[in-house]
């Protein structure tokens, strides 16, 4: 194993039109951004210097990574919109691509565009795929003893690094045992999903429960059907028991 830390910091400069907002003002405009993956899951935007049109201006303060090395934190001014410590270069990095490079924190700006269309939550990864394939597997969910849904026709959404996810028609799941939640998440490969809550007797089981109304175009077979984390339920298909998967979903043990 490489004792160089920049060995275990994946790059990869991307072909995409990059562009953020800060409540209305261009932060960042690049065509020539560079992928990132600080960890496994997904990369961020780190983007040249050059190509970020607000001001970037030090705060005196530095953060330190065993991977990226020494940082600078920046506040970022865009005419009258300020996001306070919401930049950091790594001047020195031990990651040569990193050099002459920013982070702008994602969760700090407005919006992020690629090319001319709005992405959410972080950047796509090009080594990603996300498959929707329409099925006539028969698909049983149970909570405990009680069947909470069953059906013949759902549609398997297959992604990239994560188990097969089974989408179901709304009639063939127990909307009885169903509570709308306020709860929202966002994708950037398939969009915004809301929430139910699954109500047995006085038992909830918070959350459980998903669907994407309106999701983005790439995903448009999931749409108004419903999905159940299968590391909280258990799932047979075709007869057959599914192991419950280990996820960043799984409960805490």
Do not use: N
């Not at 565009?113 to 990603?128: A, G, I, L, S």
């Not at 063939?172 to 929202?184: F, G, I, P, Q």
Request: contains cysteine.
């Amino acid at each position: 194993m490489s004792s160089d830390p920049s060995q275990d910091v994946p790059t990869e400069t991307s072909h995409k039109r990059v562009r953020a907002y800060l409540r209305g003002r261009l932060v960042a405009d690049t065509r020539s951004p560079v992928l990132v993956w600080e960890h496994q899951y997904y990369p961020t935007y780190y983007l040249p210097a050059e190509d970020v049109r607000a001001r970037l201006e030090p705060t005196g303060a530095t953060r330190h990574s065993g991977r990226l090395g020494d940082g600078t934190v920046y506040d970022v001014r865009a005419a009258d919109a300020v996001a306070e410590a919401a930049a950091i270069g790594y001047l020195e990095s031990p990651v040569r691509e990193l050099r002459g490079l920013v982070r702008i924190a994602w969760e700090a700006m407005d919006h992020w565009f690629e090319e001319d269309e709005p992405v959410y939550v972080h950047p796509r990864d090009p080594h990603k795929r996300v498959d929707v394939l329409a099925s006539s597997r028969h698909v049983v969910v149970r909570i405990g003893d009680v069947v909470v849904a069953d059906s013949h026709r759902p549609h398997i959404l297959f992604e990239t690094g994560l188990p097969p996810r089974y989408y179901l028609p709304i009639p063939d799941v127990r909307m009885d045992l169903l509570r709308a939640s306020d709860h929202r998440t966002q994708c950037p490969y398939k969009g915004t999903a809301s929430y139910w809550d699954v109500v047995i007797g006085d038992t909830e089981h918070a959350g459980i429960v998903w669907s994407y109304p309106v999701p983005l175009p790439e995903s448009q077979k999931i749409a108004g059907l419903a999905c159940f984390y299968d590391e909280r339920v258990d799932i047979t298909v075709d007869g057959e028991p599914q192991q419950r998967p280990r996820t960043p979903f799984s409960p805490v043990s």
